[in-house]
């Protein structure tokens, strides 16, 4: 008989406890697998610490593959549950697709940013629930304050280095208390210009700080905020977020280039896929963890709403301290299915609350008796010791590392801002170049971001979103050279360069005016009809003209197909004047990037009639314009010059030059310059 299958998603708190607890339970007995998108558990009160530079990233990342020998590890996540089939259906970090089969499922998906309906927000805002955005924070903290410091300006200067966090929970005041900290450090050492100091600022619409704590100790950890400096504006909020700053609930204006988002959280979108009973978002289940009228599918940490017994009408709040908890009460109970122990419902005894608000400060209150200063620093560091399932000995020797050394503030550039938007399914697996878009996931809104960078046009990976679609941004780091530097081609957009092909007007002409230098111009190829280069296509010695003898007859002669703009022959096509090309914008050629043929300088281009005389065919440019071609402002060329050196031989697969016609430019007897004539 084979052995039962448990298939676990996410291994946050909830599903760590819950895998851990069950390799110890059923003992062999069951094949357990952990899907989550990284192969690490992050313990998430301490990643403020990583952001301010006191601990290492590998510090708050248990390995999953070391701490659980006994639970088969599969990277990806979870996109489609069939509950009927037992399936999961995944995506792994390469885009590769697969399906876990289960008789026993734990959701433990976790939660992700909460948004709010404010303008601007999605696009200038970061959040605080991954590894990620901790180490872009770092990084962003950092190169404001660098910028700052070298500012002359004193407006640019003050909205580099203020600093807005929104959100006074327990991850905000402790952003913003970590931060003035290591801000303040900075500049110590290398003073601004100006003479400003960072500035950072702390708002929430609720009337005092961490309202979820016992309120003295929410006046502790506000009084300790405002001896570091911190603006604390309780009752305020955002109203609107630019590039440039904020605008707030009380009609004051910030100007800052940082915008932290720590309002809360919300649960993970999956489990909003199953069509089950849901609870302001979350899985509804019984006191044992288990969704009714489903004895396979079991639920626990912020996914699900798991009713408090000690308070009959509610739900056990959406923190940590819960989460580790119904782990160990879901792997038991899980482990009750298959036979093996019993059922249990879930109780908990609030053993406290500890905010770390850096150095050796703090708040805290352990089993109901309220601390702060030295005192609770020691009781705060000494549970989040207690609590890690691994890396306690690394943590304490950087926490005493930091006690006697200065920080480094070094920017890595690691992260960019693209990177960790806002708006994501997965905060903590940061978008790399070229990473599958994976369905029901939120890939974040576009749009300039606080420094400057620009969201969605990473380099090599996917377009950004006003890009044409599959050309990879250019400009870029790590991408090709921006075509206006020296080394590359003139930028799209730019003098002189070929415009951005969504902008009014499409693509100019080669050799008009903003367009590609002409092919005979000392800066291009030679004219192909120049010497040197490729004979023009109704020169002697080129492929014979559409209208010549012997070759193709001309579409708007007689024997050939009738123009497309001429009576009798297909309609022109949403063209209105001559020269304007299909589904362009007005007095615009089609912008088709394909490379034009026999292309003059400059110089007024004689107009092509439909008289049936050699070199004189219509080209059916335009309905109703008398075949006339735009024709480039007369004058001396954009970019003069010598002419160019004689290029390569025409192509083999030209016809050789007839034998009474001798290759090269021909003199005109009417007086009128021919194609190619510089």
């Known amino acids: 008989m084979s052995r039962p299958r448990i298939v676990i998603v996410g291994a946050g708190f909830a599903g760590y406890r819950t895998a851990r607890t069950l390799s110890r339970l059923t003992r062999h007995q069951a094949d357990i697998t952990l899907l989550n998108p ?48 037992h399936t999961v259906h995944y995506t792994g970090p390469e885009g590769e697709e697969g399906t876990l089969p289960f008789d026993r499922l734990v959701l433990a998906a976790g939660s992700v940013n909460k948004l709010l309906p404010i303008p601007g927000v999605a696009e200038h805002a970061h959040g605080f629930r991954g590894l990620p955005e901790a180490l872009y924070l770092r990084d962003h903290v950092t190169r404001q304050v660098e910028l700052a410091a070298a500012a002359d300006d004193r407006a640019e200067c003050a ?29 110590r050492k290398h003073p601004m210009r100006t003479g400003m100091r960072p500035r950072w600022m702390l708002l929430d ?30 009752g305020t909020s955002v109203k609107e977020a630019t590039h440039d700053g904020v605008v707030l609930t009380d009609g004051s204006t910030v100007d800052t280039r940082t915008l932290v988002w720590c309002v809360g959280v919300r ?29 396979e599918l079991f639920a626990c940490g912020d996914v699900a709403a798991v009713p408090d017994l000690n308070q009959p009408g509610q739900y056990t709040p959406m923190t940590a301290q819960h989460a580790w908890r119904h782990g160990k009460v879901c792997a038991q109970n899980v482990a009750a299915s298959l036979g093996i122990g019993e059922r249990r419902a879930y109780r908990h005894r609030d053993m406290g609350f500890v905010v770390d608000l850096g150095g050796a400060k703090a708040a805290a209150n352990p089993l109901g008796l309220p601390m702060s200063g030295p005192a609770a620093g020691a009781v705060t560091r000494g549970y989040h010791l207690a609590a890690m399932p691994g890396n306690r000995v690394r943590v304490a020797a950087d926490w005493l590392l930091d006690a006697v050394l200065p920080r480094q503030a070094v920017q890595l550039g690691l992260v960019r801002s693209w990177s960790v938007p806002l708006e994501s399914s997965s905060p903590e697996v940061a978008r790399v170049p ?13 749009g300039q ?23 990879p941004a250019t400009g870029q780091p790590s991408g090709e050279p921006a075509k206006n530097e020296p080394s590359g081609e003139p930028a799209k957009g730019q003098p002189g360069g070929e415009p951005a092909k969504e902008q009014p007007g499409g693509e100019p002409a080669k050799g008009q005016p903003g367009g590609e230098p002409a092919k005979n111009e000392p800066s291009g190829g030679p004219a192909k009809g120049q010497p040197g280069g490729e004979p023009a296509k109704e020169q002697p010695g080129g492929e014979p003209a559409k209208n010549q003898p012997g070759g193709e007859p001309a579409k708007n002669q007689p024997g050939g197909e009738p123009a497309k703009n001429q009576p009798g022959g297909e309609p022109a096509g949403s063209r209105s004047h001559g020269g304007r090309a299909k589904g362009g914008q007005s007095g615009s050629p089609r912008a088709s990037g394909k490379p034009r043929r026999a292309v003059e300088a400059a110089g007024p281009r004689p107009a092509r009639g439909g008289s049936g005389k050699p070199g004189k065919a219509s080209r059916a440019s335009g309905a109703g314009s008398g075949g006339k071609r735009p024709t480039a402002p007369s004058g001396p060329s954009r970019s003069a010059g010598p002419p160019t050196e004689p290029g390569p031989e025409p192509p083999a697969n030209q016809p050789p030059p007839g034998p009474d016609i001798a290759p090269g430019p021909v003199k005109r007897t009417d007086g009128r310059a021919a194609e190619g004539d510089s």
Do not use: N
């Open 449 to 471: 971001r606080p420094d400057g960078e620009e969201a969605g046009t990473h380099p090599g990976g996917e377009p950004a979103k006003g890009q044409p679609s599959g050309e």
């Open 267 to 295: 649960p993970d979108p999956l489990v909003e896929s199953l069509g089950l009973p849901m609870e302001r978002g979350r899985l509804l289940v019984d006191p044992h963890l288990q969704v009714p009228g489903r004895p």
């Open 434 to 446: 070229g990473s599958p878009k994976r369905p029901g996931k939120a890939t974040g809104s576009a």
């Open 38 to 85: 990284t192969d690490y558990f992050l313990y998430l009160p301490l990643l403020p610490q990583v952001a301010a530079g006191i601990l290492e990233p590998r510090r708050v990342s248990v390995s999953l593959s070391g701490t659980l020998p006994h639970v088969r590890l599969v990277l990806g996540e979870a996109d489609g549950i069939d509950l009927d089939g």
């Open 159 to 187: 909205a580099r280095c203020t600093f807005v966090v929104v959100g006074a929970g327990y991850t905000g005041t402790e952003v913003a208390a970590h931060g003035a900290m290591y801000t303040d450090a900075q500049v």
């Open 205 to 234: 619409v609720a009337p005092r700080v961490m309202p979820e704590m016992d309120e003295r100790l929410s006046r502790t950890a506000e009084r300790v905020l405002r001896q570091r400096g911190v603006d604390v504006r309780m």
